[in-house]
């Protein structure tokens, strides 16, 4: 790929948009996900992806829809062809790991070949954990000829979360459950268990490396855990609360130990905890402020969590 002109862009994961930005490639974008909306001044580019499926359900009418349209073999986001066809990117950025997530790796090369005389390179991700978050980072950097920068911002992003473990590491260690989906019940998995790790907690269901697993209501009210944090996919903090709150009413979830004291929490999942990007840190910065209050002044307090309050 030749240096002489500049790289054109199209990313179609907010994670990636945001890495791309982080590396200093932000005025190298001509396209995007519908999805992205980090930074806030992205709004005038080209749209190349759409949702098939209405996010204004219920979780379950979601959830149903979402599990129906992949048992049909059917994708749930769609690639604009034409709009990547005009936008003429040279590096197109998508991930193969989870079809729910984003434009899955095979939609994106069908698109791809379907463009006349392009040659694009397309870069796919699979974040499964917080080292392969890293690996993502500098593979973008590769292709984008910034090497150098991409083992910059992943080693900054090292430092910053040592920092936080070492912060917590002599501290009592509550238990945790990161609830990703509330009808199903879902945990959250992949970087998130290593994340409340390193904030100074201990995952009840998670695992590092492995997909959100279901949640079995029972195993969570036998658990008991200490705090509860919701992080939804692809909802924000208002969605958030609400879904909390539902759940918060039911007689079964009275009884866990984090409803009795007031630690259930809600975060905006869909701009930290659903992005495995830079802002994974700010992530982990959030756990801590909730596993921890005494610690300091909370940064992302009102904007990246709440307490919630029972109705």
């Given at each position: 790929m030749s240096?002489?002109?500049p790289i054109?862009?199209?990313?179609?994961?907010p994670?990636?948009?945001?890495?791309?930005?982080?590396l200093?490639?932000?005025?190298?974008l001509v396209?995007?996900?519908?999805?992205?909306d980090?930074?806030?001044?992205?709004?005038?580019l080209?749209?190349?992806?759409?949702?098939l499926i209405s996010p204004?359900?219920?979780?379950?009418?979601?959830?149903?829809?979402?599990?129906?349209?992949?048992?049909?073999a059917l994708?749930i986001?769609?690639?604009?062809?034409n709009a990547?066809?005009i936008v003429k990117?040279?590096?197109i950025?998508?991930q193969d790991?989870c079809?729910?997530c984003?434009?899955a790796?095979k939609?994106?090369?069908?698109?791809?070949?379907?463009?006349?005389e392009?040659?694009?390179?397309i870069?796919?991700?699979?974040?499964?954990?917080i080292?392969?978050?890293?690996?993502d980072?500098e593979?973008?950097?590769d292709a984008l000829?910034v090497h150098?920068?991409?083992a910059?911002?992943t080693q900054?992003?090292?430092?910053?979360?040592?920092a936080?473990?070492?912060?917590?590491?002599?501290?009592?260690t509550?238990?945790?459950a990161?609830?990703?989906w509330?009808d199903?019940l879902?945990a959250?998995?992949?970087?998130v268990?290593?994340?409340?790790d390193?904030a100074g907690?201990?995952?009840l269901?998670g695992?590092?490396?492995l997909?959100?697993?279901?949640l079995?209501?029972e195993?969570l009210?036998?658990a008991?855990p200490?705090?509860i944090?919701?992080m939804p996919?692809g909802?924000?903090?208002?969605?958030?609360?609400?879904?909390?709150?539902?759940?918060?009413q039911?007689?079964?979830?009275?009884?866990?130990?984090a409803v009795?004291t007031?630690?259930?929490?809600a975060?905006?999942g869909?701009?930290?905890?659903n992005?495995?990007?830079?802002?994974?840190?700010e992530?982990?910065?959030?756990l801590?402020e909730i596993?921890?209050p005494?610690?300091g002044?909370?940064?992302?307090?009102?904007?990246?969590?709440?307490?919630?309050?029972?109705l």
């Open positions: 240096t002489e002109q054109r862009i199209a990313s179609l994961l994670a990636a948009t945001e890495i791309v930005c982080a200093g490639f932000q005025d190298n396209g995007l996900s519908h999805e992205c980090y930074p806030n001044d992205l709004a005038s080209p749209v190349c992806t759409k949702a204004d359900g219920t979780s379950l009418e979601i959830d149903t829809a979402v599990k129906n349209a992949l048992k049909n994708s986001y769609h690639v604009e062809d990547l066809r990117p040279d590096v950025i998508t790991q079809e729910v984003a434009v790796l939609d994106v090369e069908a698109a791809v070949c379907d463009l006349l392009s040659d694009a390179q870069v796919s991700l699979n974040p499964e954990d080292e392969n978050v890293y690996k980072i593979r973008v950097a000829n150098a920068k991409g910059e911002l900054a992003m090292q430092q910053r979360l040592e936080i473990c070492h912060a917590t590491e002599k501290r009592e509550p238990s945790v990161c609830i990703e509330a199903p879902m959250a998995g992949n970087w268990p290593s994340l409340v390193i907690g201990h995952d269901f695992q590092a490396g997909h959100a697993p279901w079995d209501p195993k009210i036998a008991n200490d705090i944090v919701f996919c909802f924000g903090l208002e969605r958030s609360t609400q879904e909390a709150q539902t759940l918060m039911t007689q079964e979830w009275q009884a866990i130990k009795k007031d630690n259930v929490y975060t905006d869909n701009s930290f905890f992005r495995p990007g830079p802002r994974i840190v992530s982990a910065e959030i801590t596993f921890f005494d610690m002044a909370p940064q992302h307090h009102g904007t990246g969590w709440v307490k919630v309050a029972q």
